[in-house]
């Protein structure tokens, strides 16, 4: 038994926050899976270094070039075949778990982080191109996002509700999953098939609220603000999925939408690698690892389940932040504005990157013909 196993017997699930074209071919997944691995998320970032920064995907670009697909079908296509690998591997464990674990997120376009019908509109086409049931659309946390969320999970659509950063946001996010269950149950859909996480993102929030307290000589409360966040997030979790307003919809079939914790590779060289796995274990949540973080974890990771102490203590640590001039909520949203940022830039980048290898293989013209392709 690994400790990835050790954590799915304490309610958590490990999923792993990269995919590239070899890591599925090669056996590598494979071989996590195994290993206690039991999910797979992905982002533009993830795809910009998978695509842009590798010759994996060479050999088919060139050849969606010589059909004559455009840029945005040449990047749909190499995505779309790395996660529909990835979740057909991961298929034997969403049916032994009933539609729990076993899924591969693919988010939309982050372009469309402010649009509320376009977001939809290809949220719907993603799903149902990949033509799996163990696929979650990601989509940002956004106030266009929401109504968004409820109308995917309305039409029976797995949501990976990402780039959470705030309790507002969390408290949307559950709100949006819970009104698309219940137009869903009014209509007569199954609420069985669907799953949802709300991503909500951890190492950065230390990075942005430390570098606040450095400023005001608060040294003794850096450190905690993001593993004090998350923890704030858990609470309204255990109360958002409990009374009669979710046991209807419990009897129905329905899963709670569980907290996902997200960005837990360590950016600050004096905290523990492990910082953001080690602390933040509590039944039915996800954590989802980088390469780096998970391979730290395996080898001197802790697993140690939250205590009765840990919320009072965050609660304590956050009125202690205020008290100390921090805005949490003008911080949080500020993150989500740069997140949103990184991601459409990492996504231009990789389209970018597309483009230029596309032109440079128009300019080498057909093999096949002997002439120009342009």
């Known amino acids: 038994m690994t400790k990835l196993h050790e954590l799915a017997d304490l309610g958590q699930a490990v999923w792993f926050d990269f995919i590239r074209r070899t890591f599925t071919q090669e056996g590598k997944l494979q071989a996590l899976i195994e290993q206690g691995i039991r ?35 040449i990047y749909e296509s190499l995505v779309i075949h790395d996660i529909g690998q990835a979740a057909d591997l991961l298929r034997p464990l969403y049916d032994e778990t009933r539609g729990r674990d076993g899924y591969v997120s693919l988010e939309v376009s982050p372009t469309l982080a402010h649009e509320t019908a376009e977001t939809l509109a290809q949220a719907k086409r993603l799903f149902a191109v990949l033509d799996r049931p163990n696929i979650m659309i990601k989509i940002p946390a956004t106030p266009q996002g929401m109504p968004a969320i409820e109308a995917v999970i309305a039409a029976g659509i797995n949501v990976n509700v990402t780039l959470i950063f705030s309790l507002a946001q969390y408290e949307a996010s559950a709100e949006a999953y819970i009104a698309g269950l219940e137009k869903r149950m009014a ?3 199954r609420l069985a098939s669907i799953a949802s996480v709300a991503s909500f993102f951890v190492s950065r929030v230390d990075t942005a609220v430390d570098a606040s307290l450095e400023k005001l000589g608060r040294h003794e409360l850096q450190g905690h603000a993001a593993v004090d966040n998350a923890w704030l997030a858990y609470a309204c979790f255990q109360e958002i999925f409990s009374g009669e307003r979710w046991a209807r919809l419990a009897s129905a079939g329905a899963q709670v939408q569980r907290p996902l914790w997200a960005s837990t590779g360590t950016k ?41 102490k840990d919320l009072p203590e965050a609660r304590a640590r956050v009125v202690a932040l205020a008290a100390a001039g921090v805005d949490l909520e003008t911080i949080t949203q500020t993150l989500l504005d740069e997140g949103l940022v990184a991601f459409a830039k990492a996504f231009e980048g990789l389209m970018g990157s597309i483009a230029g290898k596309r032109d440079r293989i128009l300019a080498q013209g057909n093999p096949n013909t002997g002439a120009s392709t342009k």
């Open 268 to 308: 600050n060289p004096a905290y523990a690698d492990t910082l953001y796995v080690d602390s933040l274990i509590a039944p039915d949540t996800v954590n989802t690892v980088p390469p780096a973080t998970l391979e730290a974890f395996m080898d001197h990771g802790h697993v140690m389940p939250m205590t009765d």
């Open 39 to 73: 999910g797979v998320t992905s982002n533009p970032s993830i795809f910009e270094k998978a695509i842009a920064g590798s010759e994996d995907y060479d050999s088919d670009l060139k050849q969606l070039v010589l059909q004559g697909k455009s840029v945005e079908q």
């Open 187 to 189: 209509s007569g859909g």
